[in-house]
RNA sequence: GGGCUCAUAGCUCAGUUGGUUAGAGCGUUGCGUUGACAUCGCAAAGGUCAGUGGUUCAAGUCCACUUGGGCCCACCA
């Protein structure tokens, strides 16, 4: 051993080492290779702009482990890393660094701010890329991709235009989802609808006819009533039957509007009269289409009210809505006010309330799109973990909506639309060319005065692309063809409907081929008071504080072993000790085998060294047991149980080779076997623990006599089944019990010197002869009872050896002193249970069901217990009658 | 309105084809530990598995309903 390791596992010490010598040697770069089977994971690319919250450390880290673990397994485990511009937040963080300056992104014109926002990329866009290096993450970095790298930004114009060919792109206006303080458009995903604490407003609409007669409309948005151009209501509701086709009086404006009817009003809300405001409401823009009414649009796009408003123009439209309220009162014309929760739209980006408004925007007709991609995932050939996201993502898929993808924000993929005026000038709708690169000319007039289309694209029309335009996609290539379809893509569920859908839809039109097989839906990760954890409600952990004070390592550790199958993880402080107690564990316990390890004895390999028939129930139990370990771990793995697999891990290394095997075999530390076999499953052990805990692994590796590479280049170890033996697991289990009843009976004794009797201890099960042999010493060891001796004593009455300590007499192992009234309650106790029991597994065995369906050994196992159980019963009152 | 999810020890949660005695971490209590580890060890206490009914030889697990949380979707003016 070069070097003395200190009793406290320090992560400083070694994080940042590793990583560093990991990427310059190259071990996280995954080729195409002839003899190995692909599997790729994309990242879910970070915003530029992200800093590495717990959402991250979590889904990371799962992914890390799904490579690590598939590269050891003999994979070409490639996990493709980028970040995505993010459009409107990017726009943001710069814009609002301009702002200190005084600045605004119109004073600098579009071109020099979008230079500013690539300074800006430059200069902060890897804080999330070296965030994720601390985090240990084994992407192959040599690959790293952005979404407005030029041939990425290529292969999302190509789309644009492949999509307005087969016209499943279409330009119009549609009432969309307009943020006032961003000024653009927003998707309905990107529109999150918070409750609101309002007023339901009702206001008073005059006759045209007679001035004197109202009718009264409900509505939550005063303001817009300047905008109105009709009342509906529905043509059955007997109130309102003879107004349908007169006109009323618009208040203030003065402006006529016409009573209509449509099957569609609600006639128990409100008053069951609807002003329609065809310009500022979806609903109502129906109806405006419908019924031929006059489209009035009362905002400008910041929010204010516009021009044609006349006296109000200017007032921002919350204030407008005031001012509406007090004139409408002014006249008489405000009925009542209401209190009412209404549920607004709210900007995904700066929680601004989103006004519904009327634009001309851009669309991708989505029903032909979303149909091969139903298809797929109803035929199982993309599967959701957990299951249940199926019917999410089915719900969605089926009643999908038509895609709003113009944003009027600067920085993005710029829509390839370019406009003639010259055509134009002729007809509207004529003049639109589209085109992959920039066009000289008009193709139709040869005009040269073309100008672009202001817009740019969502962001997620760049994002949805992700699988396949991070290899290069139009081009082809090797790394393409070998690695798509990727493997497994491990995401939150926030973004089903705004990014995996669509993935899945692109991989179907693009690549005529489904994007990913599996995919992997982890929990939100919460506070301890169940909110979702966002910088801006100041409740989050920063996963880089945890990682300063307890290590990568064990925020990683405690991280997976708390969220389970996709459920939520409601998130303390207090759950990172335990990460950091185990590594600690796993270093003092490697430091102890280290320290009395003789590595010229080690270096034989366990199979050829011995058969399991010649090794001392110890090692042969904790051989058996570490594999088990395995072969649960693997599985777990394979199955996304990714906490059950960490579960699985800690439970093996600290309960049964830490507690059990290291204090079991200090007596005999220097034998041949024992240090094979100690040594041995450390050895094993790390390669497990590394996808799980790659830091400590690695370190601990490296200090082992003889290591070369490193860990990461290490292969999973194979499974022994042979050396699974549940027989030799249940003699030591048996062993254990009988220790700690020993122990507690020592403990006794000491308490009370008087009570010291002869007291003979039976087994209650049967250990066999040699594992009763073994188990004196250790008795002896770790009881701490000098006196102790050890007898085969055989005792025919139930049908048990006993182990006979001097001075001790005890006919159950129980501990301390017995009170006889109380065993013999516990015994009718357990009597009753058994024979509860047994009436339960005779019925099981009576029944058909059962015996011709399980295999015959299951079966078997049963008849054995059911008949154990019966000579228990026995036994137990054979001792009942004893003490009677 | 539709859908999903949760209710298990004082707290936070595991428990996936129904099958011996329902588990872990933290906390509590007792005992222990100066040579791997106090970021430690051993043990104890603590559970009518939310309630009711059903299916079954057998239910924490499956079904129905009830109660109480959380989340998502939807065009309620």
């Known amino acids: 051993m070069a070097e003395e390791l200190s009793k406290q596992y320090n992560p400083k010490d070694t994080e940042d080492k590793w990583y560093k010598i990991w990427e310059q040697n190259n071990l996280f770069s995954a080729q195409a290779s002839a003899d190995k089977i692909p599997y790729c994971i994309v990242i879910p690319p970070p915003n530029v702009t992200g800093i590495l919250h717990m959402g991250h450390a979590l889904n990371n880290s799962i992914q890390d482990i799904l490579i690590r673990y598939k590269k050891m397994k003999g994979f070409s485990a490639l996990w493709m890393p980028g970040t995505d511009h993010a459009g409107i937040a990017t726009q943001n963080v710069v814009e609002k660094a301009l702002a200190k300056e005084g600045l605004k992104r119109q004073d600098l014109g579009r071109e020099k701010f979008v230079s500013r926002v690539w300074e800006w990329k430059q200069l902060y866009g890897t804080t999330i890329i070296n965030q994720l290096k601390k985090l240990g993450c084994a992407c192959d970095w040599e690959r790293i ?8 930004s290529a292969a999302v114009t190509e789309v644009f235009v492949r999509l307005y060919e087969k016209k499943l792109i279409y330009q119009g206006h549609y009432i969309i989802n307009w943020c006032p303080r961003c000024q653009t458009a927003l998707s309905d995903e990107e529109a999150s609808h918070i409750e609101l604490q309002g007023n339901l407003y009702y206001l008073k609409y005059p006759l045209k006819d007679n001035p004197q007669e109202f009718i009264s409309v409900a509505t939550t948005r005063p303001e817009t009533m300047l905008g109105d151009t009709a009342v509906a209501v529905n043509p059955k509701d007997k109130r309102y039957k003879k107004y349908v086709g007169k006109y009323l009086i618009l208040p203030i404006v003065n402006r006529p509007i016409k009573i209509i009817a449509d099957s569609t009003i609600d006639m128990e809300f409100g008053t069951g009269a609807v002003k329609v405001t065809p310009a500022h409401d979806p609903n109502d823009y129906a109806l405006g289409k419908k019924h031929g009414l006059e489209f009035i649009n009362v905002l400008d796009p910041d929010g204010k009210m516009n021009a044609s408003t006349q006296k109000f123009a200017g007032l921002d439209r919350f204030k407008a809505r005031e001012t509406v309220l007090e004139e409408l009162k002014l006249l008489g014309l405000l009925e009542k006010t209401a209190a009412h929760t209404l549920s607004a739209g ?3 980006r ?20 979303a149909k091969p991609a139903i298809a797929a995932v109803k035929k199982d050939k993309i599967k959701f973990h957990p299951a249940r996201w199926t019917k999410v993502y089915l719900n969605w898929m089926n009643n999908i909506q038509d895609w709003c993808i113009s944003r009027q924000i600067w920085w993005g993929h710029r829509i390839p639309v370019y406009y003639c005026k010259a055509c134009q000038a002729k007809n509207s709708k004529a003049g639109i060319i589209v085109s992959r690169t920039k066009p000289l000319k008009c193709p139709k007039c040869s005009s040269e005065d073309l100008i672009q289309d202001e817009d740019v694209l969502d962001t997620w029309f760049s994002s949805w692309l992700w699988p396949f335009a991070t290899f290069y996609w139009p081009q082809k290539n090797k790394d393409a063809k070998y690695f798509y379809p990727t493997a497994t893509l491990v995401t939150a569920p926030e973004i089903i409907f705004f990014w995996v859908a669509r993935m899945i839809m692109a991989g179907f039109e693009f690549k005529k081929q489904l994007p990913f097989k599996d995919v992997y839906i982890h929990g939100t990760v919460r ?50 000790e335990q990460g950091r107690n185990f590594a600690n564990k ?65 439970a093996f290394f600290w309960h049964e080779f830490c507690d059990w095997y290291l ?13 094979v076999v100690m040594y041995k499953i450390l050895e094993k052990y790390l390669r497990l623990i590394h996808p799980f805990m790659p830091f400590i692994s690695e370190e601990i590796w490296q200090r082992l006599p003889g290591a070369k590479d490193s860990i990461m280049q290490q292969h999973w170890p194979h499974l022994q089944g042979g050396l699974i033996n549940r027989k030799d697991e249940e003699q030591m289990e048996l062993a254990f019990e009988l220790i700690n009843t020993i122990r507690n009976m020592r403990a006794e004794l000491e308490v009370n010197p008087a009570s010291r009797v002869d007291i003979q201890l039976t087994v209650n099960n049967q250990l066999t002869r040699e594992s009763l042999e073994m188990l004196a010493s250790y008795i002896k060891n770790l009881a701490k009872i000098n006196n102790l001796i050890f007898t085969d004593q055989y005792i025919p009455q139930i049908n048990q050896y006993a182990v006979v300590l001097k001075d001790l007499h005890v006919v159950m192992p129980l501990a301390g002193v017995i009170n006889i009234t109380e065993q013999l309650e516990k015994i009718a106790l357990k009597i009753e249970k058994l024979k509860a029991e047994i009436k339960n597994k005779e019925g099981m065995l009576a029944n058909k069901n059962f015996t011709s369906r399980a295999p015959e050994e299951i079966v078997e196992t049963e008849r054995n217990k059911l008949a154990d159980m019966h000579e228990q019963v026995k036994k137990l009152e054979v001792i009942k009658n004893g003490l009677h």
């Open 350 to 369: 700066c929680h601004t309330i989103v006004e519904p408004y009327l634009s001309k925007q851009w669309f991708v007709k989505m029903k032909p799109l």
């Open 586 to 650: 796993i270093w003092n316990a490697a430091r102890f085998i280290l320290i009395n390890l003789k590595p010229e004895e080690v270096n034989v390999d366990l199979c050829l060294f011995f058969k399991r028939e010649q090794l001392d129930p110890v090692n042969r139990w904790i051989l058996s047991r570490f594999y088990t370990t395995l072969s649960k771990v693997e599985k777990d793995l394979d199955d996304f149980k990714f906490n059950e697999a960490a579960g699985s891990l800690y």
């Open 145 to 152: 991709r952005f979404t407005m790298d030029q041939d990425y």
């Open 663 to 675: 204090e079991l075999i200090k007596p005999q530390i220097s034998q041949k076997t024992t240090q």
């Open 346 to 348: 709210h900007c995904y």
């Open 527 to 576: 506070d301890s008071q169940g909110k979702k954890m966002s910088k801006s409600l100041g409740n989050a952990i920063d996963p880089l504080e945890i990682i300063a004070e307890y290590g990568t390592d064990a925020l990683r550790y405690s991280l997976i072993s708390i969220t389970s199958q996709g459920q939520d993880i409601y998130l303390s402080k207090e759950k990172f």
